[in-house]
Each structure stands twice: as structure tokens, then as C-alpha cells.
């Protein structure tokens, strides 16, 4: 008789099937998203299709929220352990950070990757950076555009701006005006943070890695060294022990002194 898989194991196998589906709902709203900002005069019923393609999306996110959250054993746990996932789909204001769900693109990425620990970081930190700062830059644009008080005309400016805040830079010639436009602000500071601390810390596992291979480096060539000398020598005993004793002058071979005269 056959035993029920385990919860987790049908939320996994629930994960992996879902991947590519979030993924492609992503590109759908960062595309519905995106396009009545950049262009301003998007002529009708575009705007309205833009719309009903996010409601679209975040509908997809809740369903895969829910049916992950069913899947799991320990639900309370879930919960805990998905709060952001929670807040995405629960609250209204949040809904452009449902455009992170686009992170699931990388882990295409990561599969070529190789092995490393470093290279899967890398590949995330790229590709993550990339996604922040463009959905910054969107975001920022679309808290700003119709203030009358805005310094950020256009997508131009509002994506140097997210350049100079994630590098804390922070040139001063593009800031924010709106209350919306400072949150977004905070968090990409946070996100530029967390990303130097990241590139610093890679950057010094890579030396600290680099320093420990040239030195056992030298400790192989070392022993190499060693061990070819130790085998010189004992190749030299062999020999001197087996070549015969010669006898001393004066005494033959049977270690007689042999007589004058």
C-alpha cells in the first residue's frame, strides 16, 4: 500500500512546477507596470489593459501564496518564514514589490554558474542590482512625474538618480520630494548597503581563498622537494651498500699482513 507524499514535499514539488509561471507573470507586470510610466501619453484602452495585466499578476502570486501556504505542514511556520510574500500580496501599497519576483529569472542564471559559492553570489548580485535599480527608477518616476516641485524629468533622470543613491554617491542633483519618493529612497539605500557589504565580503573571501592556494602552493612545492631529496638520498646509501669494502693497503684479501722478502 502506497504512503501519501509528505506536505513538504508536494509544496516543493508545487514550488519547482510554479517557477517558470511566477517567472512569466513577473515579466507580464513588469511590463504592464513599466509601460504607462514610460510613456505618458499611452493612447486608450492600453492603460486599462496595463491594469487588469498587473491584477492579473498579483492574482497569480496570491494564488501560488495560498496553495503554498495549504501545501505545508507547519503552516504558522510558513507564515513566519514568508512574511515579505505575506505583506507583497496583502497590502495594497506594497504591490510594486511584487516585481522582485523576477529574482526566480536567476536562478536560470544560476545554473550556469558552476559549483561556487562565489559564482552563484555573483550571478544574484548582479542580476539583482540590475532589477533594483530599474524598478527604482520606474518606481521613483511614477511617485514624481506630476509633482510640481520634482527635479527628476523623465526616465533619464530618474535612473542616474537610482545609480548614484544604490552606490551611495548620492549626488544631490536628483532627490526625491514625495513622501512615496523618500520611502523608495530609504530602500534603495538599504539595498545599496546590503549590496557594498556583499561585494566586500566576496571580494575578501576571493583574497583570503587566493592567499591560502599560493601557500599551499608553496608548502607542495616544498614537500615535492623534500621528498625528491629524501629519494637522492637513499638511492645513495643503496648504492655505496652495495658497492664491496676495498681492503686497506698492506693487507690482502684474507686479512693477512703480507711479508717482505
Do not use: K
Amino acid at each position: 500500500m502506497s504512503h501519501p507524499l509528505p506536505t513538504e514535499h508536494r509544496r516543493e514539488r508545487w514550488e519547482r512546477a510554479a517557477e517558470w509561471p511566477l517567472t512569466l507573470a513577473a515579466l507580464v507586470f513588469l511590463a504592464a507596470y513599466a509601460w504607462p510610466i514610460l510613456d505618458q501619453d499611452l493612447a486608450a484602452p492600453w492603460p486599462r489593459v496595463c491594469q487588469a495585466a498587473t491584477w492579473v499578476a498579483w492574482s497569480a502570486f496570491a494564488v501560488d501564496y495560498a496553495a503554498r501556504l495549504a501545501l505545508s505542514r507547519r503552516r504558522w511556520a510558513f507564515v513566519r518564514s514568508h512574511l515579505f510574500d505575506l505583506a507583497v500580496v496583502v497590502l495594497p501599497l506594497l504591490r510594486p514589490l511584487r516585481l522582485l519576483r523576477l529574482v526566480t529569472l536567476l536562478t536560470v542564471l544560476n545554473r550556469h554558474a558552476g559549483q561556487s559559492l562565489r559564482g552563484r553570489v555573483i550571478v544574484y548580485v548582479c542580476g539583482a542590482t540590475s532589477l533594483i535599480i530599474f524598478v527604482a527608477a520606474l518606481a521613483l518616476l511614477d511617485a514624481e512625474g506630476d509633482h510640481p516641485d520634482a527635479n527628476v524629468d523623465g526616465f533619464g533622470d530618474s535612473l542616474w538618480w537610482a545609480f548614484a543613491t544604490v552606490t551611495t554617491v548620492g549626488y544631490g542633483d536628483r532627490y526625491p520630494v514625495t513622501t512615496e519618493g523618500r520611502v523608495i529612497a530609504a530602500g534603495l539605500m538599504l539595498a545599496g548597503i546590503a549590496l557594498l557589504g556583499v561585494v566586500t565580503a566576496t571580494f575578501a573571501s576571493w583574497l583570503v581563498e587566493r592567499v591560502q592556494e599560493v601557500g599551499e602552493e608553496s608548502q607542495t612545492a616544498t614537500r615535492r622537494d623534500v621528498r625528491a631529496l629524501m629519494q637522492e638520498v637513499t638511492a645513495l646509501r643503496a648504492e655505496l651498500s652495495a658497492r664491496p669494502r676495498e681492503a686497506p693497503a698492506g693487507v690482502d684479501g684474507n686479512g693477512a699482513a703480507g711479508r717482505s722478502g
